[in-house]
């Protein structure tokens, strides 16, 4: 315990001054967390090295951080931006995740890792991108509008992923019809838990917030987000996958803004060290060996979701400019890339090193991110007002 204590106090005192910094030039906190991951980790200056500790609580904040994002599933939302959920969205990840597939497979990788890191890159950053575009007050514009949709869609899709990556991992050869069964299985169980929850959480926290008070509904709540991720672990599933359920039951009810306010102290807090210690498991000798493959890759990564990202938006008949700002601003590989890459490293779906890689990856993706977000809107005016000039000259 005394151990876990100093390991903390260390990882605050590094990641404060770094976070101000980032803070202070206008960049994500979530780049500050990386870097400060990196940099104290067993890999890096070596100031902390027992990385399993932290993970614990790095868990916790995954957990929390899933919760929150349910919450944000709501129904009406979803219904208002349909045509861009599911046309921008299905089209990007459809596409990236076949792209993917086809160039992985190319380049060696065995099926069902190619189609696996498909999906794992297919995924953007939430949290980089819904916090640059409320930071820039763009949530209401029609660029601004495109990428949470699309992210919507990316983080509902999250859910059939962690499904399917079990099934990808198996040695032996899945046959369509038990991939299908499988997969039956495993959605009806969501669904069960989903609509089962629904029918007692409601009236349940009613209950509670009649003759209790504010830290009795928050106490409610921590028990919710326990006993969906004990049921979904029952079931097969995850207790990451048992927290996203139990946001999504509380988002449609008149308790969700103040449980909101609530938890997310404790979610900033956690996702935090979450950040962190996906920074500490970075092997800067790994980097370090395999630095031109892994800027290249990045570099791949972030020009061709990119590009896929917009002909998505085109596909959809949006106008050209937006097309290339949501290009842009979706290019990344996302935080949920990272907890599910270290899903498929605990399958056997990759080994230590192909792990790292694809961790670099993800990571260097992220901090060019906020680059591009920060330039894409001026970039998008000046690349189309002179084309649209030069077209107009005689």
Request: hydrophobic residues 55%; glycine residues 8%.
């Amino acid at each position: 315990m005394v151990h876990l204590i100093e390991d903390l106090a260390v990882l605050l005192l590094v990641s404060l001054p770094i976070n101000l910094f980032f803070h202070k030039i206008k960049l994500p906190s979530v780049m500050g967390y990386l870097v400060a991951g990196i940099l104290i980790g067993p890999y890096g200056l070596k100031l902390i090295s027992d990385v399993a500790s932290v993970k614990e609580l790095a868990e916790i904040g995954v957990i929390l951080l899933l919760f929150v994002i349910g919450l944000e599933f709501s129904l009406g939302r979803l219904l208002k931006n349909l045509a861009s959920v599911i046309g921008v969205g299905s089209l990007q990840l459809g596409g990236t995740t076949a792209l993917g597939w086809f160039i992985f497979s190319e380049m060696g990788f065995q099926q069902n890792q190619s189609i696996a890191l498909g999906l794992i890159v297919a995924l953007s950053s939430t949290a980089i991108v819904m916090k640059m575009i409320t930071d820039r007050a763009e949530i209401d514009t029609l660029h601004g509008k495109l990428c949470i949709g699309t992210l919507l869609f990316q983080d509902l899709c999250v859910v059939p992923i962690m499904l399917l990556l079990p099934l990808l991992a198996q040695t032996q050869v899945i046959s369509g019809t038990d991939l299908v069964l499988a997969m039956f299985k495993s959605l009806t169980a969501v669904v069960l838990i989903f609509f089962l929850s629904r029918l007692i959480v409601p009236k349940a926290l009613g209950w509670v917030a009649r003759v209790g008070n504010k830290e009795h509904l928050t106490l409610s709540v921590l028990f919710l987000i326990l006993a969906t991720g004990w049921a979904s672990q029952k079931l097969g599933l995850t207790l990451a996958m048992g927290a996203l359920i139990a946001g999504m039951i509380i988002a449609e009810s008149e308790y969700s803004h103040q449980i909101v306010l609530d938890i997310l102290p404790l979610r900033d807090y956690f996702s935090s060290i979450f950040f962190i210690s996906v920074g500490m498991l970075l092997q800067v000798q790994v980097f370090i060996d395999s630095i031109w493959v892994c800027l290249a890759l990045s570099i791949g990564v972030v020009l061709i979701k990119g590009c896929l990202a917009g002909l998505a938006c085109l596909g959809v008949r949006m106008p050209l400019r937006i097309s290339f700002v949501v290009g842009m601003r979706l290019a990344q590989v996302g935080e949920f890339s990272l907890i599910l890459s270290g899903m498929a490293l605990d399958q056997g779906l990759f080994d230590a090193h192909q792990y790292q890689i694809l961790l670099i990856v993800s990571i260097l993706s992220m901090l060019f991110a906020p680059l591009m977000i920060q330039a894409s809107t001026a970039l998008s005016i000046r690349i189309f007002s002179k084309w649209k000039h030069e077209e107009t000259d005689p």
